[in-house]
């Protein structure tokens, strides 16, 4: 069967770091279709991360291409300027990775979302360390971006559910050089747990730095995106036993994750992110759908929202559930980094490795 | 030494040299004078080579200096000071003065010839240490000046050297200019001081919307009615 | 206290490579008055050649800008010569909008040629650091600071006193009375964007170690070379290097008081103040 | 210097018969054309001509170049988004408020930065804007912060009972936009023919003697600053609630400036129609750009396989390389067309006459 | 009465004092002439006066009324127009909208604005360039240019620095006779000039300035008389 399908994403622009992933995920998930007799026709469009520029690609791809449904876009902003535009036009829209709580809890009826939420990636991390350890005390990092703030909220919400005070927060500009001052700061305050939102390269810069200073806390929680990539993890003088919170992991045993991880690695010649794994799953699903709806849009919809799916992103369900519209309930993961390797540690059903807890201090 | 034949110029539509003849011999000083537009400052932009001419050409000790760039024409040794003076305004007079001398067969006898200049213009000696752009007006072109004569030119372009003076400076740079020419430098000499400047040269070129329309001795023109009329206001 | 020491001296040490940044705008501004926006692409520039010396020929970062400052010195005499050199006269939004149009070019291509991943380049002392009183000290950090010191040093003295060096400044006041000392003015401009273009090169270099690199790295820096240069007073060395410790300082300190958030707010802020107070910048010569 | 005969008086009959048709056809527009796509793009040439425009009277004409414009057309998208999001005040209420919050703020701005010239104006308006971006990033409290404004719902549009408009599709943004182009080009042309016009130009050739015929330096720069920060926050402002979604990185960014500046620089700067120019050229192109058009029509078209290495190239690599090309057409344009769009097209016709007289 | 009273007025750059106490009066109706070497001050002097600088000491009067602490604009609006040394046309603007801009001080209608520019273009004789962009002017007409601005501001009195610089003796009889004509039209002037033949032509007084002092102050045949003034400026002959 053939499928004409849109695929937004920011492919240059600030956030083409982390689109590459997800351009990377879909190239694999069509070679798989191929092989399932699903001939993918992709309408690729890049928003150069601008929201009003993703908008001019849903409008495009809804109306003068008329895809049978769209998978992305990559960011949050972007995936808020046209969820709505996805009502409007009828247009099945899937996110795979964007996670801001809102874009779901907009009642529309036209958008499914993959991915967890931004909440989610704060709460998992905290269970761990409460059923680890006792912390007491947080300190709170994060860069100023909409995923940095909605997960220090999130994490400082839930801290105080826990029970655990917060004693710093920093929100830091991504991109500056230097650190140190902001964590002689935290350090002075002895927290139990140091948690922080980074995207790739600043949990580089943030880590390195910490360990110059000395920072020793019972365990440095990373609320994804830079602490889960594999450049983070083969620094091992500072990555080492960093926990992190993901979507998906290598050596995750959802069927067919060990398989994508290897193929990847393969065609790339890098490890894949859980971005590119979400796109991927998302594109699988999209574009199965879709042929089996024969292009029918109000069809697709249906079938989305009534199907189940269990693929390499584990199982996936769009529900609607504590005010959120289709959304996918997604079982996060916690990694740690052992010896350069990102080891899924938490939750126990899916461990391969004993999380090595409290921090052992700097080599 | 310097010879100009059928030189054509224009500001983009605007034409405003036509067919210029003119030759410096050298040790002379030759004088241009015309009305307000006549073209005798593009006449000297062109052998700076600041522009360049439509047609025509112009030759220097028998070269062609069609394929100079401005700088080079300056080592060749035809240095310019410029109208409205263009001092380098965040520069020390000193440092002006040494920038004068910047073409490599000028840097040797750099310290001598500052004695000189300042000697000439003591107000300079001064006013070492100021900034070029806080001088006065007419302390500006004292320094302009004083920068061309820094580079030891063979041929020196003057372009209104006496605007701005008072009366006992325009008498001095007069004097300066023909004791330099004493001193061996041929000079062309742009001045609205019409008088003066016809009474010091040895021959002279009326310019007038772009063409020469007379030349002659420079004391030959100062009898000429039509100068009398048109440039001394008798 | 030893937050505050700890942030003053680490904010005097990232000062050291902002005022490399500066030095290098202050010169293409001086020279040519052109407001150079491609400046942190050429830092970027800087990176990826350091990096990829790094990486295929292991030379050390440090080291590698015996090559990087050359090559990239005949870069920006190229782009002087090819690009910006047609345009010096026309006007300076024009200038603005050029170079806009080559950071575009830069970092797109970098991008197209090495994708945009993140690179990092490590060394074995990019976390290297030792202390003093408590106050931790980053070694790479220092080292590069101590070859900026020299760096700048030496362009000093090279603009001061030298005759090229006067040439350069005097082609940057009057273009056309430097054509009539004898300058080459064409010369004098590349030399000087070639110059502008090696320091940054050479500032991204220094920070490769302890930083990190992506094609549109550049952003955060020109802004920044921006901020520095005017504090300084344009066309400054002094001033330039004054600004860029002042702004490490600044950024360090106002992220320790005020919140990291703030800390931009607070170089702004500080930024306007002086311009208030001296419209010039710190060293500019004010002339009108 | 081109001795140019300047034609300062009215404008002939048949343009104007020309341009009037023009705006009766673009009223008609929506009518006509079913595609939403479309529609698309034309709100964004709206939102650019308005933004180009306002930038023009401050830049094109008063000379002063300012690229820290992100902050009014930010300030127009925050005022109108918050008060629509947070205290449910309708749109077309928020513009105003937002036009006064970008005056406020033009006022503030302007007496800090009008102290300075050239280049140093330049990069402190850069330096304002920028405060202003993280500020906004940091009063979480006020903007929300770096998480923005997500509008759930505009109300629908009534006058006296009876519905207007809902906003459920794209036509009323459709009409605000052109509408404020025709707001914008109003103000410039009248602008152009009035003694503030001749002011704004005296300031831009030579602020000394301007000032000595009795020029008021500040007030007049702060009077074309005004206006035109209020003519921006007008594109912020519908930009937001077009979009529905605003932070900090896209409607404070610089981005975004530096976008304003070159849509009126491409086009032709002090001209009335230069920004017109601009934005019809600059955003149908970076769309076309950006979504890959030529590659696809030389496939559709069969002059390219889709299949052959060229064909994946087009596909493939173009896609990634669009910015690049953008950066390329940049640069042409300067080097090759200095006084913009409108310039070369002027000198090209003046010579085309000049040889066929 | 006085129109214009210089009371001990001083101006420091630095250590420097480019005026030192100057002091004097100009009446209604007269043109002064305002000589000196060069650097004396003559410039500042009138950037003192005319709001460029604020003057370090003392204070200038003008029709009874003190400028301390006033912007040019405002003494341009008050009466008091002045011309520069160096010429600073509007240089992409034509040579009609050029005084154009002056004469829009006196009146918001382009039109009018438009008539007054024609008519001080006829009186300095640029009429002809009317539609040239000042930027392609000659030195001398720009210098015209220059005048017929700040004539069309409608001052009452005007202050003209080195109006003629730059001008052939022909093309200086022009000036001359323009600016015999503006006395006739009853405005004050005040003329800084190096051509003492000029000066004494034009002038009812004259002011000495030198080394930033005022040296002498009287009639024209008092000054070339004046034995520190022959000293100091015109040099023996
Ligand atoms: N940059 C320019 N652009 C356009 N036209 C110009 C330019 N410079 C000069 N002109 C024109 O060229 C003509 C000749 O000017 P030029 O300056 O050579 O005259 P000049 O004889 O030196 O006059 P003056 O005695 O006033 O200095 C004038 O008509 C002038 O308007
Ligand atoms: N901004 C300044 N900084 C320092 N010195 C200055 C400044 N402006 C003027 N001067 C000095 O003050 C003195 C008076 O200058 P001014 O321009 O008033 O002279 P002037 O009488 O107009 O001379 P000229 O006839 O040459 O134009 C000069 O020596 C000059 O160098
Ligand atoms: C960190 C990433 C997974 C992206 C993030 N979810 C966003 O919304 O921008
Ligand atoms: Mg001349
Ligand atoms: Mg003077």
Redesign the interface.
Known sequence: AKVKIGFVNSITGPEAPIGENLTNGVTLALEDLKKKGIDVELVKEDDTGKPEKSMAAFEKMATRDRVAGIVGPYSSKCANAIAKLAEKYKTPLLIPVASKEEITRQNLKWTFRLSATTYDYATILLDMATSLGRPKTIAIINENTDFGTSGAKSAKDYAGKKGIRVVAEEAYAPGSPDYRSTLTKIKSKKPDLVFMVSYVADAILLMRQSREIGITPQAFLGAGAGFATVSFAKEKAISSNVFSSTQWTGDVNWPGAKEFNKRYITKFGKEPTYHAATAYESMMIMAETAAKAGGNREKIRSELKSGKWNGIMGEVKFADYEGYTNQNKHQMLVEQIQNGVHQTVYPPKYVSKKPVYPFPGWK | MLTIDKLNFS????KVLWDINLEVHEGEIVTV?G???AGKSTTLKNI?R?VKPTSGSITFQGEDIEKL???QV??RGI??V???R??????TVL?NL???S??KSA?KAREANVERVFGMFP?LKEREKQ?G???????Q??LAIA?GLM?NPKLLLMD?PS?????????IIFEIIQEINRQGVTILLVE????QSLKIAHRAYVLETGRVVLTGEGNDLLSNEHVK?????M | MTIFLQSLISGILIGGVYALIGIGLTIIFGVMRVINFAHGDLLMVGMYGTFYLFTLFNIDPFISIVITMPLMFLYGGFLQKVFINRILGSLPQNQILLTIGMGLIMSNGIMLAFTSDYKILSTDYSSSSFDILGISISTPLLISFAITAGITAVLYWFLLKT?TG??I??TA??R???????????RMSIIAFGLGASLAGTAGALISPTYYIFPQVGSTFTLKAFVITVLGGM?SIVGATLGGILIGVAESIGGVYFGSGWKEVVVFVLFLLVLLFKPSGLMG?S?T | ???LLKNTTGIGALPAIAGLLVVVLLFLFPRFVENTYALHIMILIFISIVMGSSWNLLGGYTGQYSVGHSAYFGMGAYTTMMLMQFRQVPPWLGIWCGMVAALVVALIIGSICFRLRGPYFVLASIAVAEIFRVSALNLKNVTNGAEGILTTEIPPLKIGGTLITDFSSKVPFYYAGLVFVLLVILVTWLLQNSKLGYYFQAIREDQDAAHSLGISLTFYKNVALSLSAVLTSLAGSLYAVYVGFIDPSTVLALDLSVQIVLICIIGGIGTIFGPVIGALVLVPLSEALRSNMIGESLINSGIVKADSAFGSFLTENLSHAHVLIYGVLVVVVILFMPDGVLGFAKALAARKRKEAV | MAILEIKHVSKF?GGLSANSDVSFEIQHGMIMGL???????K??LFNCITGYYPPSKGDVVFDGRSMHGLQPDKVCKLGMARTW??VRPLANMSVVDNVMVGALCRTGSLKNARDMAMEQLKVVGLEHRSGFLAG??????RKKLEVARVLATQPKLLLLD?VM?????????DIIQLILAIKGLGITQMVIE???KTIMRISDRIVVLNSGEKLAEGSPQEIVSNPDVVA????SE
Do not use: C, W
């Open positions: 500001y983009g539509d605007l004078v009305a307000n537009g700076s600041l760039e401005s700088h300056v080592e240095v310019q410029p109208e409205g263009k001092i380098f305004p965040e520069m440092e040494r920038m004068g910047y073409i840097r107000r900034l752009g806080t001088m006065s007006g007419g302390e072109q004292m920068r580079a209104e605007l701005g003076l008072s009366p006992l400076f325009v008498k609205q001081n019409v008088f009329k048109a440039f001394l206001g | 005759d006067q040439a400044r005097a006041q009057d056309e009375a430097a054509q009539l000392m004898g300058i080459n003015v064409k066309g010569k002339n | 210097m081109k001795p | 750059f000589i000196g070497p060069n650097g004396a001050g410039t500042t040394q160096k392609g002017l000659p030195i001398g007409e080195e610089g730059g001008l052939n003796p022909a093309e200086s009889e190096h051509d003492m100091a400026y015109l040099g």
